[in-house]
């Protein structure tokens, strides 16, 4: 058996897996985000720790049996974010996430201080990203940025107290900018514009590499052997593709979580930082992969059910009853509620509704909000296609792959053939689970089994008509965000 834990930013998950690859069960719990000021976002470590063993607990519930036979870990989980811990492991403050935009200003600042920051890190300096946090972090609080002896990424925080081991792997590592991501190693050069040093870093290992075994604790705590191996696992997104069977060059993925994120796999380091791409060591050897990234997809959904008390499925039902007429004269939704990354960099846009009349219910708003995060994910396949990437089919993973008819709104807009999978939903848990697998076998074709493709759930061939018509309302949303009314935005920058 082997276990997947996926910490992400509002949950949890883990999986338990058996040897044919097949899931056994699966369980979760919520987390909360801080936002102690505008456009702060953090979160506590100790909570992830909680809700991690919460939902061991819940698992092991589900089934003692198999949970007593696990023989490997794996994490994946939210990336970016910065856990700061002094020389004693003490975490010294919240962690700062990846949807965080405090750091605005020390992008332009890291970007100065290290000339080759695009070829060697392979992406443009953005405030999400961890090495402009910690320039914040000596500007804006100093004392903590000199008692720092380590930084770690979220889900390496959690390896942390599982093995007692500071390590990562290249897949998170290389969302910091300090990685070198075609060497796969870390840049003493990027760490040196940030005052950092290879000290502050974890050793990495690769993400179906071992990095440890439980500690006697944990593992008497949990009800485990302690010789249970910790992989090294992936970020989310790597993760989520190992667990999808996204592996070779040209397999691709979209994934509808909290962000959003259209992963394309590639066999050599191919950075397009002037688009916002990213380009990212992918969690297997050998391979990377260039991503598209939304700040916020299906988070948008959870916010317009919150916002007029509806949930999620009764909505979707109402949306799917709309007449073609009524889709046509729909409002348009900019679904920029924490800024943007791909393909504008823009940490101050701003989500929209336009258009809204009388003559619209929540059906007609809630169609939009779909339909715009689905615009974002076209506008990061341009990006991608600028880029050199060409795809003709992608599988859809994440909490926004439960909508048949979401997914078939994705295929249309973006005319990409879409497929889910069985267990697609669980997203980078399963692939945690995959690397875990990993970890623990030696046959000579491990990967090409362990990493195969899950079984098709449904296929989403894209209309052509439906194609044609999405393109004028594609066409007016960006248009409105072209046409915005400039802002001043440093009064939304906060006192210090």
């Given at each position: 058996?082997?276990?997947?834990?996926?910490?992400?930013?509002?949950?949890?998950?883990?999986?338990?897996?058996?040897?044919?690859?097949?899931?056994?069960?699966?369980?979760?719990?919520?987390?909360?985000?801080?936002?102690?000021?505008?456009?702060?976002?953090?979160?506590?470590?100790?909570?992830?720790?909680?809700?991690?063993?919460?939902?061991?607990?819940?698992?092991?519930?589900?089934?003692?049996?198999?949970?007593?036979?696990?023989?490997?870990?794996?994490?994946?989980?939210?990336?970016?974010?910065?856990?700061?811990?002094?020389?004693?492991?003490?975490?010294?403050?919240?962690?700062?996430?990846?949807?965080?935009?405090?750091?605005?200003?020390?992008?332009?600042?890291?970007?100065?201080?290290?000339?080759?920051?695009?070829?060697?890190?392979?992406?443009?300096?953005?405030p999400g990203f961890t090495a402009p946090k910690l320039l914040?972090?000596?500007?804006?609080?100093?004392?903590?940025?000199?008692?720092?002896?380590?930084?770690?990424?979220?889900?390496?925080?959690?390896?942390?107290?599982?093995?007692?081991?500071?390590?990562?792997?290249?897949?998170?590592?290389?969302?910091?900018?300090?990685?070198?991501?075609?060497?796969?190693?870390?840049?003493?050069?990027?760490?040196?514009?940030?005052?950092?040093?290879?000290?502050?870093?974890?050793?990495?290992?690769?993400?179906?590499?071992?990095?440890?075994?439980?500690?006697?604790?944990?593992?008497?705590?949990?009800?485990?052997?302690?010789?249970?191996?910790?992989?090294?696992?992936?970020?989310?997104?790597?993760?989520s593709a190992v667990g999808i069977g996204a592996v070779n060059?040209?397999d691709g993925f979209i994934s509808l979580g909290t962000s959003?994120?259209?992963?394309?796999?590639?066999?050599?380091?191919?950075?397009?930082?002037?688009?916002?791409?990213?380009?990212?060591?992918?969690?297997?050897?050998?391979?990377?992969?260039?991503?598209?990234?939304?700040?916020?997809?299906?988070?948008?959904?959870?916010?317009?059910?919150?916002?007029?008390?509806?949930?999620?499925?009764?909505?979707?039902?109402?949306?799917?009853?709309?007449?073609?007429?009524?889709?046509?004269?729909?409002?348009?939704?900019?679904?920029?509620?924490?800024?943007?990354?791909?393909?504008?960099?823009?940490?101050?846009?701003?989500?929209?509704?336009?258009?809204?009349?009388?003559?619209?219910?929540?059906?007609?708003?809630?169609?939009?909000?779909?339909?715009?995060?689905?615009?974002?994910?076209?506008?990061?396949?341009?990006?991608?296609?600028?880029?050199?990437?060409?795809?003709?089919?992608?599988?859809?993973?994440?909490?926004?792959?439960?909508?048949?008819?979401?997914?078939?709104?994705?295929?249309?807009?973006?005319?990409?053939?879409?497929?889910?999978?069985?267990?697609?939903?669980?997203?980078?848990?399963?692939?945690?689970?995959?690397?875990?697998?990993?970890?623990?076998?030696?046959?000579?074709?491990?990967?090409?089994?362990?990493?195969?493709?899950?079984?098709?759930?449904?296929?989403?061939?894209?209309?052509?008509?439906?194609?044609?018509?999405?393109?004028?309302?594609?066409?007016?949303?960006?248009?409105?965000?072209?046409?915005?009314?400039?802002?001043?935005?440093?009064?939304?920058?906060?006192?210090?």
């Amino acid at each position: 058996m082997y276990l997947g834990i996926d910490l992400g930013t509002s949950e949890v998950k883990v999986v338990l897996m058996d040897q044919g690859g097949n899931l056994r069960a699966d369980a979760g719990c919520a987390l909360d985000v801080s936002r102690p000021q505008p456009r702060w976002s953090e979160q506590d470590p100790a909570q992830w720790w909680q809700a991690t063993c919460d939902t061991i607990a819940k698992l092991r519930a589900k089934a003692p049996r198999e949970f007593r036979d696990v023989r490997a870990i794996g994490l994946s989980g939210q990336m970016h974010g910065a856990v700061i811990l002094d020389a004693h492991d003490k975490v010294l403050r919240p962690a700062i996430l990846w949807n965080d935009l405090r750091s605005v200003s020390e992008c332009a600042e890291l970007t100065e201080r290290a000339p080759q920051l695009h070829q060697i890190a392979g992406n443009l300096a953005m405030p999400g990203f961890t090495a402009p946090k910690l320039l914040w972090l000596a500007r804006h609080e100093p004392d903590i940025f000199a008692a720092m002896a380590a930084v770690l990424l979220p889900k390496d925080w959690l390896r942390l107290k599982l093995t007692g081991n500071k390590v990562s792997e290249p897949s998170d590592a290389a969302g910091t900018l300090w990685l070198d991501v075609a060497k796969r190693d870390w840049s003493d050069e990027l760490l040196a514009a940030t005052g950092m040093r290879r000290a502050h870093m974890p050793r990495l290992v690769e993400g179906g590499e071992s990095s440890g075994t439980l500690l006697p604790e944990v593992a008497d705590a949990w009800g485990l052997s302690q010789q249970v191996i910790v992989a090294g696992g992936g970020g989310d997104g790597a993760a989520s593709a190992v667990g999808i069977g996204a592996v070779n060059p040209g397999d691709g993925f979209i994934s509808l979580g909290t962000s959003g994120v259209l992963f394309v796999v590639n066999d050599r380091f191919r950075p397009n930082p002037a688009q916002a791409v990213h380009a990212f060591c992918h969690a297997l050897p050998g391979r990377w992969h260039q991503m598209s990234v939304m700040l916020s997809a299906a988070s948008c959904l959870r916010w317009f059910c919150r916002l007029v008390s509806v949930d999620e499925a009764t909505l979707l039902t109402e949306i799917a009853a709309l007449s073609a007429a009524e889709l046509e004269n729909a409002p348009l939704f900019l679904p920029y509620l924490s800024g943007e990354r791909t393909p504008h960099n823009d940490p101050y846009a701003q989500g929209v509704f336009h258009g809204i009349s009388h003559a619209h219910g929540r059906a007609a708003l809630g169609y939009a909000v779909i339909e715009g995060v689905t615009f974002g994910m076209a506008d990061g396949l341009a990006a991608l296609h600028t880029a050199g990437t060409e795809v003709s089919e992608l599988s859809l993973v994440g909490g926004g792959s439960r909508s048949p008819y979401w997914a078939q709104l994705i295929a249309d807009a973006l005319n990409v053939r879409m497929i889910t999978h069985i267990g697609s939903e669980t997203g980078g848990a399963l692939g945690a689970a995959r690397l875990a697998w990993l970890a623990t076998n030696d046959q000579p074709d491990k990967e090409a089994v362990i990493c195969a493709k899950p079984p098709m759930r449904e296929v989403f061939t894209p209309n052509p008509l439906r194609h044609k018509a999405l393109q004028p309302r594609l066409v007016a949303y960006r248009e409105i965000y072209r046409c915005r009314p400039e802002r001043i935005v440093d009064a939304e920058q906060p006192a210090h």
